[in-house]
């Protein structure tokens, strides 16, 4: 069961950092992603990153703002918002996949296990 936190309302140019967490278990051998929805939008994924490496992957929209890290010990994903902008708000979610050893770098596509979502709120 994945459990994501930290949206909130923040001003245009301010910083959020969202927590994605595994309740109960390590997270072993996964892709870990975060996705977001805005209203009357598709789905769009932003970045991921294999619990495996830690090497990650970013979406052109948040290259050079977002940031994803891990933190095994706590067995949480992290993704740090910087710069944000009203066109971020949405509805922000975590999803995991078990690793495809075919894999060399996560992806942005389909993932198995969703969390609920937490909702940013960028003001102008």
């Known amino acids: 069961q994945l459990q994501a936190s930290g949206g909130g309302l923040v001003r245009t140019g301010g910083s959020l950092r969202l927590s994605c967490a595994r309740s109960g278990r390590p997270w072993d051998d996964y892709a870990v992603a975060w996705f977001r929805q805005a209203p009357g939008k598709e789905r769009e994924g932003l970045s991921c990153v294999s619990t495996y490496d830690s090497k990650t992957n970013y979406a052109d929209s948040v290259k050079g703002r977002f940031t994803i890290s891990t933190d095994n010990a706590k067995n949480t994903i992290y993704l740090q918002m910087d710069n944000l902008k009203p066109e971020d708000t949405a509805v922000y979610y975590c999803?995991?996949?078990?690793?495809?050893?075919?894999?060399?770098?996560?992806?942005?596509?389909?993932?198995?296990?969703w969390g609920q979502g937490t909702l940013v709120t960028v003001s102008s």
């Open positions: 999803a995991a996949v078990s690793w495809n050893w075919l894999w060399t770098l996560c992806h942005l596509g389909s993932y198995k296990y």
